[in-house]
Protein backbone atom coordinates (compact mmCIF):
# COMPACT_ATOMS: atom_id res chain seq x y z
CA UNK A 1 0.00 0.00 0.00
CA UNK A 2 1.00 3.45 -0.92
CA UNK A 3 0.45 6.47 0.61
CA UNK A 4 -1.23 9.08 -1.53
CA UNK A 5 -2.98 11.87 0.16
CA UNK A 6 -2.90 13.48 4.00
CA UNK A 7 -5.94 14.73 4.60
CA UNK A 8 -6.58 17.70 7.17
CA UNK A 9 -9.98 15.71 8.25
CA UNK A 10 -12.15 13.12 8.02
CA UNK A 11 -14.08 14.88 5.88
CA UNK A 12 -11.90 15.60 3.37
CA UNK A 13 -10.45 11.94 3.26
CA UNK A 14 -13.57 11.11 2.39
CA UNK A 15 -14.33 13.44 -0.04
CA UNK A 16 -10.65 12.60 -1.47
CA UNK A 17 -11.44 8.82 -1.10
CA UNK A 18 -14.90 9.11 -3.14
CA UNK A 19 -13.25 10.89 -5.55
CA UNK A 20 -10.78 7.65 -5.75
CA UNK A 21 -13.64 5.30 -5.84
CA UNK A 22 -15.82 6.56 -8.41
CA UNK A 23 -12.38 6.81 -10.73
CA UNK A 24 -12.83 3.01 -9.91
CA UNK A 25 -9.47 2.62 -8.11
CA UNK A 26 -9.50 0.41 -4.33
CA UNK A 27 -8.46 3.29 -1.84
CA UNK A 28 -8.70 3.15 2.34
CA UNK A 29 -8.61 5.92 4.63
CA UNK A 30 -5.78 4.77 7.32
CA UNK A 31 -5.78 6.28 10.80
CA UNK A 32 -9.84 8.01 10.76
CA UNK A 33 -10.08 7.32 13.93
CA UNK A 34 -7.10 9.15 15.80
CA UNK A 35 -8.39 12.50 15.39
CA UNK A 36 -9.98 12.06 18.32
CA UNK A 37 -6.55 11.49 20.35
CA UNK A 38 -5.53 15.20 19.45
CA UNK A 39 -3.72 16.82 21.85
CA UNK A 40 -1.79 13.58 22.68
CA UNK A 41 -0.88 12.69 18.77
CA UNK A 42 0.34 15.36 16.28
CA UNK A 43 -2.11 17.75 14.48
CA UNK A 44 -1.62 16.52 10.82
CA UNK A 45 -0.23 13.70 8.80
CA UNK A 46 -2.30 11.07 11.25
CA UNK A 47 -5.46 10.76 8.63
CA UNK A 48 -3.77 9.36 4.98
CA UNK A 49 -5.43 7.81 1.63
CA UNK A 50 -3.92 4.62 1.29
CA UNK A 51 -4.00 3.00 -2.77
CA UNK A 52 -2.23 -0.60 -3.76
CA UNK A 53 1.20 -0.03 -5.29
CA UNK A 54 -0.05 -0.31 -8.67
CA UNK A 55 -2.94 2.59 -8.50
CA UNK A 56 -0.55 5.09 -6.77
CA UNK A 57 0.05 6.65 -10.27
CA UNK A 58 -3.27 6.89 -11.36
CA UNK A 59 -4.79 8.13 -7.87
CA UNK A 60 -2.27 10.84 -7.31
CA UNK A 61 -3.38 11.79 -11.37
CA UNK A 62 -6.93 11.85 -9.63
CA UNK A 63 -5.77 13.77 -6.99
CA UNK A 64 -4.57 16.29 -8.97
CA UNK A 65 -7.07 16.77 -11.13
CA UNK A 66 -9.61 17.27 -7.99
CA UNK A 67 -7.63 20.00 -6.59
CA UNK A 68 -7.40 21.62 -9.70
CA UNK A 69 -11.37 21.56 -9.97
CA UNK A 70 -11.69 22.96 -6.91
CA UNK A 71 -9.63 26.47 -7.26
CA UNK A 72 -11.38 27.22 -10.71
Not at 51 to 67: G, K, L
Amino acid sequence: MKKVFDALSNIEAHLILHQLQQAGLDAHIQGEHLQGGMGDLPALGNVRIMVSDTDEVEACEVIADWNDAEVD
